[in-house]
């Protein structure tokens, strides 16, 4: 089941999205659940269900789509993003990790097509991976996982709900997690770069405001490897 939320404190405009959607999901013969909101205090109370996309209106009645944004980043209540507006220019400076592009009203189809296949795509692309913290048995999706940390024997993961001491070390990982869009940046640290915010010239800046240091060893590449995963994001939503 795809949910896609739809939040414009317009009617009208709510009743057109809904319309596009409709028609795409019975082209594509995909399972669906469509949740509006009338302003963003409605969407921020909101307890169902993860909304796979938010169609998101940048100009609302009271709390704005982009502190929408803000807060979305920080929860886990939405996972892809794409901005409703007639002002361009408001958007392309407040994208967040999220934000997957924008669309001008009224919207057409063809755009909405184009955000709603890349949201499935990429959440079919979100890897489930299990693992053993002592007798538990645990799975998490990837990206639930913000970085691992090296512990002897062991590894520290860190997620959304906290962190677990898992077992085997932080190199059987880092092998178990070569196909994932992870990256080494220390001895101690594996990184998702889905949840990087800010690449600095020695720490790497996290969705969940951790700052964890860049080992000397590890810096070039690892950099790379983040400019190389961005070029992947942009080419895949172009």
């Known amino acids: 089941m795809f949910y ?4 414009d404190d317009e009617e009208i405009q709510r009743r ?3 319309k596009l959607c409709e028609q795409f999901f019975a082209e594509c013969a995909q399972l669906y659940v469509c949740v509006e909101f009338t302003s963003g205090e409605e969407l921020l109370q909101y307890t169902g269900e993860r909304l796979h996309l938010l169609l998101l209106d940048v100009e609302l009645g009271g709390i704005s789509g982009i502190e929408v944004m803000h807060y979305a980043e920080e ?3 939405v996972w892809r993003i794409v901005f409703i507006s007639n002002h361009e220019d408001r958007v392309w400076n407040s994208f967040g990790i999220k934000t997957l592009g924008f ?8 755009q909405l097509e184009k955000w709603v296949k890349i949201a499935i795509r990429e959440n079919q692309e979100n890897l489930v991976y299990e693992y053993t913290a002592g007798r538990e ?3 998490n999706t990837l990206e639930e996982i913000y970085y691992l940390e090296s512990s002897g024997n062991y590894t520290y993961l860190y997620e959304i709900n906290g962190k677990k001491l898992i077992n085997e070390n932080l190199k059987y990982w880092q092998k178990k997690m070569e196909s994932a869009p992870i990256v080494r940046i220390h001895k101690s640290f594996l990184v998702n770069m889905q949840h990087v915010k800010a690449w600095e010239s ?3 800046l ?3 405001g951790i700052a964890l240091p860049q080992g000397r060893q590890y ?3 690892a950099r790379e490897a983040y400019l190389a995963f961005v070029k992947r994001q942009v080419k895949g939503r172009i």
């Open 4 to 7: 896609i939320g739809i939040c």
């Open 16 to 18: 057109h999205v809904r």
């Open 206 to 208: 996290l969705s969940n």
């Open 219 to 221: 810096k070039r590449g």
């Open 137 to 139: 048995k645990y799975r």
């Open 103 to 110: 669309v001008k009203k009224p919207v057409e189809y063809v």
């Open 75 to 77: 929860a886990d209540w």
């Open 202 to 204: 020695d720490m790497v």
